[in-house]
């Protein structure tokens, strides 16, 4: 029966995405074990694949799996003698009777496991790497694939950090109110890094990397669920969606880059910006909105431009000027400069990017030379603007940048023979590709991200 | 669960204060800490600590193959150095944080939070 088994395996295989992250997160409640419920889980979901295809499959799998999976931990737990304490809070939890799958969901579960997961007392890497593992199900193949580190590695992290969470008593619960903001802002930081993580992979890396978005963009409407309230969580939400929705346009044939100006925007997945702008519209309620509702927002403004020279840059720019405010940033100041020449002309550009270098904060970063290389080259300052190029060049350090950069050197060098300006076509699509939060910054605001 | 508490000043600007504060200013960094302690003390939060001679005092004391060896200073030279210590009793890493984050000396040194090993 290969159509059965074929829906038996998609049963399975949904049971996985939806449940995995539930039934760890309540077996480490109740047993307080992390490496017991990842096991735990693992064979219940390994009876399934031996019973399903021959049983059929349960009218509610994730109370299936659950009841299994308890069973197994209270058979492990009974089998190695530990703790009396967690043997009876194990038994004090199960149904009344082992044998009928009465599910009671508690909610907060999952959402422990996220705050745990996401502690600011593990290291930044040990946070990512747990939150792939336990909490969305990957194994540590696969995100050490992802990561591009060695599978050793990977293994070696979660390790270290299971054992912090033991041995300094991390705890398993929800932080009290008073700190919710710092740990929320935390929590969001990390699904960002893997956002970032994945959308930042250039044409030749592997697929796997771009699940990284859609694995954070899961992450962040499970956040949503938790939280409906959080305003800055459905902020993320929308960023993501509408950042993840030029995934298509964002690259040509070649594998190259295609800056945010010449991407062909019917390319846009329009199912996911209308899902995004959804969100943006229900955080919105929130007067104050905090960063990740305003870089949505301006996401929002160019999902929402039909073409390129319909953005709304004088918006972009006061958005911008909020985001600095709030969370003060030279590569936000960056992106506001950018944002204020397209509004209102190389000039004016220029003069906040001349005002930055002063500061020298971004010193020895190319994406400052190469932002005043586009808006010289746009005043038709050719020579200067090739100088630009040249110090951006130097500076660079990614390959796909890199080939980028000296695109626009060639494209500059035919214009100068020309003697023309194509107005508008040289503002990098900073947003698209250039910037991007690196693994060690851990600031909500993602100072990474796009200067659109 | 037991946590030390390793509370950390920077030498240098550990000296540099104590020189430029003023009476009242030494006598308020006094008083506040007294005000943790008596919450501490208080609450049954901390077991034991106290603080210590400034690092000039300290003496290193190794036995190799059966010799003594004594010399003047820390183990480890570095910028960061212990000023004083607390053991307290708490159910778990958040509740230390909150009692270490309330301590003066967070607002300018650093607390090291580590936990004991059960016995």
Redesign the interface.
């Known amino acids: 029966m290969p159509e059965l088994d074929r829906e038996t395996d998609r049963a399975i295989a949904e049971a996985f995405r939806g449940e995995w992250g539930r039934i760890v997160a309540s077996l480490i409640r109740l047993t307080g074990d992390w490496d017991l419920a990842e096991e735990c889980a693992q064979d219940a979901f390994s009876t399934a694949v031996q019973r399903w295809p021959q049983d059929g499959v349960p009218n509610r799998p994730g109370a299936w799996l659950t009841t299994v999976a308890r069973n197994r931990a209270l058979d492990r737990v009974r089998r190695h003698a530990m703790e009396e304490r967690k043997l009876i809070e194990v038994a004090a939890e199960l149904p009344p009777d082992p044998d009928e799958p009465v599910f009671q969901e508690i909610p907060d579960d999952r959402l422990r496991l996220i705050f745990t997961c996401c502690?600011p007392?593990l290291p930044l890497e040990g946070r990512v790497a747990l939150t792939l593992r336990t909490l969305a199900g990957l194994s540590t193949a696969e995100i050490s694939r992802a990561f591009l580190v060695p599978e050793a590695t990977m293994a070696k992290r979660l390790v270290r950090a299971k054992h912090k969470i033991r041995?300094?008593?991390?705890?398993f619960?929800v932080?009290p109110p008073h700190?919710l903001p710092e740990r929320t802002a935390g929590v969001l930081a990390v699904i960002y890094l893997l956002f970032n993580e994945g959308y930042g992979a250039s044409a030749g890396a592997a697929l796997i990397r771009r699940d990284l978005c859609a694995e954070a963009i899961r992450l962040a409407r499970l956040v949503v669920h938790l939280m409906p309230d959080e305003s800055e969580a459905r902020g993320l939400l929308a960023l993501m969606l509408l950042q993840d929705s030029r995934r298509a346009a964002r690259l040509d044939e070649a594998g190259e880059l295609v800056n945010l100006e010449e991407q062909d925007r019917s390319q846009w997945d329009h199912d996911e910006i209308d899902q995004g702008l959804q969100e943006l519209a229900a955080a919105r309620h929130d007067r104050r909105p905090g960063p990740y509702c305003l870089q949505a927002t301006i996401g929002a403004c160019h999902a929402t431009a039909g073409q390129a020279s319909a953005t709304n840059w004088a918006r972009i720019a006061e958005l911008y000027r909020q985001l600095q405010r709030l969370t003060p940033s030279p590569i936000v100041e960056l992106n506001r400069a950018v944002a204020v020449a397209m509004a209102e002309g190389p000039e004016a550009g220029l003069e906040l990017v001349a005002a930055l270098e002063q500061t020298g904060a971004l010193e020895g970063y190319y994406l400052l030379p190469a932002t005043r290389a586009d808006l010289r080259r746009r005043l038709g300052r050719h020579a200067e603007a090739e100088a630009d190029y040249r110090a951006a060049l130097d500076l660079v350090t990614t390959d796909t940048e890199r080939r980028y950069l000296v695109r626009r050197l060639a494209a500059i060098r035919h214009e100068g023979v020309q003697q023309g300006t194509k107005l508008g076509q040289t503002v990098d699509d900073k947003g698209d590709a250039v910037l991007r939060l690196t693994p060690e910054t851990t600031d909500p605001p993602s100072e990474g991200d796009t200067p659109q | 669960?037991k946590y030390m508490m390793l509370i950390c000043v920077d030498g240098a600007e550990r000296r540099q204060q104590v020189e430029r504060r003023s009476p009242e200013e030494a006598a308020e960094t006094m008083r506040r800490i007294g005000a943790w302690l008596a919450d501490v003390d208080g609450r049954g939060v901390r077991l034991h600590g106290g603080e210590l001679q400034p690092v000039s005092s300290a003496t290193t004391v190794r036995l190799r193959d059966g010799q003594l060896l004594v010399t003047d200073g820390p183990f480890a030279e570095t910028k960061e150095q212990i000023a004083g210590y607390d053991v307290i009793e708490c159910?778990?890493?958040?509740e230390a944080?909150e009692v270490a984050s309330r301590h003066p000396v967070a607002q300018w040194g650093s607390i090291e939070?580590?936990?004991l090993v059960d016995d």
Request: proline share 16%.
């Open positions: 502690h007392a041995d300094a008593q991390i705890p619960q932080p700190h | 669960m159910a778990n890493l958040d944080i939070v580590r936990p």
